[in-house]
């Protein structure tokens, strides 16, 4: 019967364990309230519900009253803006604030005090004023200044304090723009003294003298602490105050028969929660008298009988569902941790039969392809990865190198090495007649063999590096031996899947990165977007390396047209400073010569030293851009010559190269100069003439001095007398 019940339904299981206890719990209670409603007087019942909604309606607006005043200062902008201030003008703050704490006092006599504390429960402003600056001690301090309860708005209700004076405090947080300002605090008299004709909260708690018994008022707190000045505790305060807790269990209005935790014994009363004050309003009829004693008797032996046998039939519904519904669940919920776990989950072989079998099984079903799953997935993770450091590391690789034809070759065997998917890779340059795509690199003896051989395809022909370098996209056969575009090739035979990717430049496709697979359909999405990275980076590669070889040449060039340029400027100002010195066409003087050593130094390029006796005589080539345009020679004490020495003649022979070239350069900018202002001289005095004659007679003259000749002449002529003589003279000037 049992395994019948565990294969039904986990809903219906659940409906009829429902039904189980709907029927322990409503056939007592319905039996109780029937005896109940016999037992107790109709007219104690009704004249306790009566006084206890009239007293309560009457705390609510005693309460309501104050409340409203302090939550309207609280919200008061002008009180918000004087806060603000506080710390600025505290003077002109604190009278504002003292003012409006004093309109209130006026209008309520039952106001004792209106405090402002900071968010530290410092008292900064008090009304009237008191030697305590602070609320430390008070618990609005360690219940109500929390930030939670702060910036919830709700409002703090005290305890009720006091006997001589009582009081009862409210506190309310002000609220800035984003924080919390501080807090106000109302003390109150709650005894009405202030104004005995007024209502007050003790007046409403005063109890109710009848014919035929007393009824008494108190107010529970939510820690079951009773509060009431006309009722004094029978017994212990904590079993009171477990007993209060109990009676608080409901959340609604409600007449119920209970043990009072004022006289400790079964009463019958009304509970009003007040939300205003935070507590529970309790009415007792402690002296009503239920009935004759056999009555009573009668009625507690049956409701003891009911309850006993309610128990048993719950304890029994409670083993049903811990039996059926609880026990599989439990399991079911430890599976779905191991199974969120990642661990192997093995199906009990008792398993039910219903729903939570069900559910079982489907987890252990769920949990295998998960495992599956991931571990396809961690197999495509460690592949990607794999593939991305392979990527990365050829690219660091071709960053490093600087020659075409060396990029060209690391390249496609760094893509065999790197990718076992790839059995073959080569790269395509486009030739600069662009109608070609040649074979510049290509791995494996096949590889060697199309080299040899000038390999190339024209660009747009039926192939796909035809179509890659004609159409710069990526071209796929994913099965060569039904794909039109591929071109089969007879020394590549085994190739079943090729990836052609173009080198895209700035100027265009400048070629193709070709990749060929031994297996069909093996290019996914992801492996065309990782390749065409590293054509990418290929291509990044390749022009680097051609603006590198570009650059290196034009370098040398400028380097070797530097030297020429600066030999022939030596030469000629060697020259020229020669027949400076020579005048003219003379020999040099022959101290002026040049010594073995310092010939040798000069065509040697080298220092070259010479021991005669006790001295060292060592000459040094004065070089500038490796042009040799003079030497220098030393005689010093062999002692004294060491290699400190050497490298002081090296350096003071650069300086004196550098100083000489500056003093050269120098040297043509002032003749520039003095030639320049030359011209400009004789140009002013020709403009001045007015006549041809007078400009040709004062041309030869300036020039015959400008030139230093004895004698100089101007000869015009027109072109027809050139044509027909060829010696024609038309003397104009002479000087």
């Known amino acids: 019967m049992l395994r019948i019940i565990a294969s039904l339904p986990l809903r219906l299981k659940i409906f009829l364990g429902l039904i189980l206890a709907s029927i322990a719990v409503i056939l007592p209670a319905s039996y109780s309230a029937n005896e109940y409603r016999r037992a107790v007087q109709p007219i104690s019942g009704i004249l306790t519900q009566s006084l206890a909604n009239q007293r309560s309606d009457l705390m609510t607006t005693i309460a309501t009253s104050s409340q409203l005043a302090l939550r309207t200062l609280a919200n008061d902008p002008l009180l918000i803006f004087s ?24 209008a309520d006599p039952s106001i004792r005090q209106m405090r402002f504390l900071n968010t530290f429960g410092r008292a900064l402003v008090s009304v009237p004023s008191t030697s305590d600056e602070s609320d430390i001690e008070f618990p609005v301090i360690n219940d109500y200044l929390r930030p939670s309860a702060a910036t919830s708005g709700r409002l703090y209700v005290g305890p009720l304090r006091g ?6 405090t409210y506190a309310i947080a002000v609220r800035g723009q984003e924080t919390s300002l501080g807090y106000l605090v109302m003390r109150i008299d709650p005894s009405g003294s202030a104004d005995p004709l007024l209502p007050s909260l003790y007046s409403s708690l005063r109890p109710q003298i ?40 409901g959340e609604t209005s409600s007449a119920r028969e209970y043990v009072s935790p004022i006289i400790n014994r079964s009463v019958t009363g009304y509970i009003i929660p007040l939300t205003a004050l935070n507590r529970t309003l309790v009415a007792e009829a402690q002296l009503i008298r239920l009935g004759v004693e056999e009555d009573t008797g009668r009625f507690l032996l049956t409701l003891g009988v009911l309850v006993i046998g309610s128990l048993l ?36 072989t008792n398993a039910p039969t219903d729903e939570v079998g069900s559910v079982m099984r489907s987890i252990g079903a769920l949990t295998t392809l998960a495992r599956q799953d991931i571990t396809a997935l961690e197999a ?20 490093n190198i600087r020659d075409v034809d060396t990029i060209l070759r690391r390249v496609v065997d760094l893509i065999r090495e790197r990718f076992e998917s790839i059995y073959h890779a080569q790269v395509f340059l486009v030739d600069p007649t662009r109608q070609w795509a040649v074979l510049r690199a290509s791995t494996g003896e096949p590889g060697k063999m199309l080299l040899e051989r000038g390999h190339r ?4 022909s039926v192939s796909v590096i035809g179509r890659t370098t004609s159409e710069a996209q990526p071209t796929i056969a994913r ?66 390396a051609q603006l590198f070889q570009e650059s290196q040449t034009r370098l040398i060039e400028i380097e070797q047209l530097n030297r020429r340029l600066l030999g022939e400027a030596w030469r000629g100002y060697a020259n020229t400073r020669q027949r400076a010195v020579g005048g003219g066409n003379q020999i040099v003087p022959k101290e002026e010569a040049w010594s073995d050593i310092q010939r040798q130094a000069v065509e040697t390029k080298t220092l070259v030293e010479r021991l005669i006796g006790d001295n060292m005589t060592f000459a040094v080539p004065v070089m500038l851009r490796d042009q040799v345009f003079g030497a220098v020679e030393w005689t010093v004490p ?93 003397p104009t000037a002479s000087d």
């Open 638 to 730: 062999q002692i004294s010559y060491n290699e400190n020495t050497r490298l002081l003649a090296w350096e003071l022979a650069g300086r004196l190269a550098v100083s000489a070239d500056n003093a050269r350069l120098l040297e043509q900018s002032q003749r520039f100069a003095a030639r320049e202002r030359m011209v400009s001289d004789i140009t002013n005095k020709l403009v001045q003439q007015a006549n041809v004659e007078a400009v040709l007679q004062t041309a030869i003259r300036e020039l015959g001095v400008a030139l230093r000749v004895p004698q100089a002449s101007i000869r015009l002529a027109t072109t027809t007398a050139v044509s027909e003589s060829a010696e024609p003279e038309t």
């Open 479 to 544: 099965d060569t031996s039904r794909d039109a575009v591929h071109r089969m090739n007879e020394l590549l035979p085994e190739t079943r899947a090729e990836l052609a990717l173009p080198l895209r430049a700035a100027e265009g496709v400048i070629g193709a990165l070709d990749l060929q697979s031994k297996r069909v359909d093996v290019f996914s999405d992801q492996d065309i977007v990782l390749f065409q990275s590293i054509a990418d980076q290929l291509t990044i590669a390749l022009t680097n």
């Open 313 to 348: 039939l719950l304890i029994f519904v409670g083993g049903f569902f811990e039996t059926l519904v609880i026990q599989p669940m439990k399991r079911l919920l430890a599976m779905s941790f191991r199974a969120a776990r990642g661990e192997r989950i093995t199906i009990p």
């Open 83 to 106: 806060i603000n201030g506080f710390a600025v003008a505290q003077q002109s703050s604190e009278f504002q604030i003292k003012g409006m704490f004093q309109r209130i006092l006026n």
């Open 457 to 460: 395809l024209a660009v747009g």
């Open 163 to 168: 006997t001589d004076a009582p009081e009862l």
């Open 380 to 399: 495509r993770v460690e592949e990607r990865t794999r593939d991305i450091q392979a990527t990365r590391d050829i690219g660091a690789i071709l960053s």
């Open 210 to 249: 009848l014919e035929t018994g007393t009824i008494i008022f108190y107010l529970l707190r939510s820690d079951g602490t009773v509060e009431s000045p006309f009722a004094e505790i029978i017994g212990s305060a904590s079993d009171a105050a477990q007993r209060a807790r109990t009676l608080l269990a």
